[in-house]
């Protein structure tokens, strides 16, 4: 069974650099991206942003250059940095493999969607 | 940036009865972009359905998705204890891919 490993800073202090790290097992981000969410106390989800293995990479404009992915393919580990964090960056933090998936109905569009979800890792700024 | 705004906020309702969710896009979107998902307190997040009306594995057929362009609703049928959470409609159509701001659904 395809399962999202996560782990990461949990308390910080504003202004310091938040590191989580997310791996997967029974499975596999070829073909597929590995994508962010979070969720603060009380609050929705929120998209922060997404890579492939190749590097490629895509960021909510709400980071404002905050935010870095990246990827480490020699050990198939999928990492975030959130940069001078403050207390509105504590929450929840998700990773979860954003599919790609070819729709049958046209050749045009496909079927994109977060399948596979870590558990999450709370993170504190205090 | 697309806007999805998601009604009511809250439903109240008894297990036994359906109920039905609304996702409303800011600007249309192509439905095979639009996914829902399941949220339980200390949980993950739960896939159900993608591409507006596939279920995702495991999702019974109670679970119900339709819409196109910018209208797109969730159906529960006869709900269960188990589905009282909070229901999240996402569109990956136009960066960012955003989130509706959830409807809770909690038992009368």
């Known amino acids: 069974q395809v399962a999202l490993q996560q782990w990461g800073t949990e308390l910080l202090k504003p202004s310091e650099t938040l590191s989580l790290t997310c791996t997967i097992s029974g499975g596999s981000f070829s073909g597929h991206y590995c994508g962010w969410v979070r969720q603060p106390p009380g609050k929705g989800l929120e998209w922060l942003g997404e890579i492939n293995r190749s590097g490629n990479t895509d960021y909510s404009p709400s980071l404002k250059g905050r935010l870095t992915l990246s990827v480490d393919t020699s050990n198939n580990e999928f990492s975030l940095r959130l940069a001078s964090v403050t207390a509105a960056d504590t929450g929840s933090y998700f990773c979860?493999?954003?599919?790609?998936?070819?729709?049958?109905?046209?050749?045009?569009?496909?079927?994109?969607?977060?399948?596979?979800w870590g558990r999450g890792t709370t993170v504190t700024v205090s | 940036e697309t806007f999805l705004t998601q009604s009511p906020d809250t439903l109240s309702l008894s297990p036994g009865e359906s109920v039905t969710l609304s996702c409303r896009a800011s600007?249309?979107?192509?439905?095979?972009?639009l996914a829902w998902y399941q949220k339980k307190p200390g949980q993950a997040p739960r896939l159900l359905l993608f591409g507006a009306s596939n279920r995702a594995a495991g999702i019974p057929d109670r679970f119900r998705g339709s819409g196109s362009g910018t209208d797109f609703t969730l159906t529960i049928s006869r709900l269960e204890p188990e589905d009282f959470a909070v229901y999240y409609c996402q569109q990956c159509y136009s960066s960012p891919y955003t989130f509706g701001q959830g409807t809770k659904l909690e038992m009368k």
């Open positions: 979860a493999r954003r599919v790609r998936e070819s729709s049958p109905s046209s050749i045009y569009y496909y079927y994109y969607y977060l399948d596979v």
């Open positions: 600007q249309s979107i192509v439905a095979s972009y």
